[in-house]
Nanobody, 123 residues
């Protein structure tokens, strides 16, 4: 059974940075693309970014393009999200999720999400 544990969230001022991590277990991490998704207060789930199994392909939602960087370490079975130039509208619970396939453009399984890590961007 896939298990994902997110960490690294917190309170940060606008313009600040955070680095999220996601530790994976229970499946062959290096065989799947991985995604970050978020849920802002009172809103639905929003796809943020995805990386292919071999890390050759990355994709980003327009609101975070140029500010967020997704990466992974297959040896450590860990997914990362470097978030820079944070804005109040980035405030949300961030989840990692397993992709449906090895490719970054084939979606993700929303039921594979971990418990999430809360990011609050406020002065």
């Amino acid at each position: 059974e896939a298990q994902l544990v997110e960490s690294g969230g917190g309170l940060v001022q606008p313009g600040g940075s955070l680095r999220l991590s996601c530790a994976a277990s229970g499946f062959v991490f290096s065989s799947y693309s991985m995604a970050w998704v978020r849920q802002a207060p009172g809103k639905g789930l929003e796809w943020v970014s995805q990386i292919s199994a071999g890390a050759r392909t990355t994709m980003y939602a327009d609101p975070v393009k140029g500010r967020f960087t997704i990466s992974r370490d297959n040896a450590k079975r860990t997914l990362y999200l470097q978030m820079d130039s944070l804005k109040p509208e980035d405030t949300a619970v961030y989840y990692c999720a397993r992709g449906r396939t090895a490719y970054a453009n084939n979606g993700y399984d929303p039921n594979s999400r971990g418990q999430g890590t809360r990011v609050t961007v406020s002065s």
